[in-house]
């Protein structure tokens, strides 16, 4: 069973650039969720996709954006990047199955400069 | 903006020693879950309580869920250096989709 991948690892942008970052699900896996997470603080919430269409999103702005594609990977897309965008993104996938469980990958660090 | 405010915000104990760890939260929840996070990398999942239950064992790990007060807490029994990470209390609504929300986080340091 393969798990969660993220690429890339690291990555630093100039402020009002464009990211896109990379997930690759967990097989199986039918959902994923994207987070950012600032330094000393725990994840937050971005939104969520199912079946290639967006299933909820936080309190992010619409420069976040993001894609599922039929094989359950998902990209992360943040246009016009700001200073406080400087984060760790991480991606989760899981199952429509109720029980919630997710599985992280390892993030991607963004720093924006 | 967080769900969830745990409790100690750090703590520091010795190997073999039991920590014990708080997580309050605000609204319904289906489940509650506890997840690890080792040197800011990615988040595992340890161990997950439903709204109906009360207590749950995994291991070394024991969580309680007081839905009345809106509280859990996560026992991490004889504890050891590699259990040195932060801890994150996290909850998934009532209803709804699967929108899980990340409390602020414990940050556990077992010295050998």
């Known amino acids: 069973e393969t798990g969660v991948t993220q690429s890339p690892t690291h990555l630093i942008k100039t402020r009002g650039q464009q990211v896109t970052l990379r997930c690759s699900s967990q097989?199986?896996?039918?959902?994923v969720s994207w987070y950012q997470q600032a330094l000393g603080q725990g994840p937050q919430f971005i939104f969520q996709?199912?079946?290639?269409?967006?299933?909820g999103r936080g309190n992010f702005p619409p420069r976040f954006s993001g894609l599922q594609f039929p094989n359950y990977s998902s990209e992360l897309n943040v246009n016009a990047l700001e200073l406080d965008d400087s984060a760790l993104y991480l991606c989760?996938?899981?199952?429509?199955?109720?029980?919630?469980?997710?599985?992280f990958g390892p993030g991607t660090r963004l720093t924006v400069t | 903006s967080q769900q969830g405010e745990e409790d100690p915000q750090a703590l520091s104990i010795q190997e073999g020693e039991n920590a014990t760890m708080n997580c309050s939260y605000k609204?319904?929840?289906?489940?509650l879950q506890w997840y690890r996070q080792n040197s800011g990398r990615g988040l595992v999942h340890l161990i997950l309580?439903?709204?109906?239950?009360r207590e749950k064992h995994s291991g070394r790990l024991r969580v309680t869920l007081d839905t009345s007060k809106k509280s859990s807490s996560l026992l991490i029994t004889a504890s050891r250096a590699a259990d040195t990470a932060s801890y994150f209390c996290?909850?998934?609504?009532?209803?709804?989709?699967?929108?899980?929300?990340f409390g602020t986080g414990t940050k556990l340091q077992v010295i050998p």
């Open positions: 989760a996938s899981s199952l429509r199955d109720g029980t919630y469980e997710q599985y």
């Open positions: 097989s199986g896996h039918n959902t």
């Open positions: 996709y199912y079946r290639e269409e967006e299933n």
């Open positions: 609204t319904s929840i289906n489940n």
């Open positions: 309580i439903r709204s109906n239950e």
């Open positions: 996290a909850t998934a609504p009532s209803g709804g989709y699967q929108k899980v929300t």
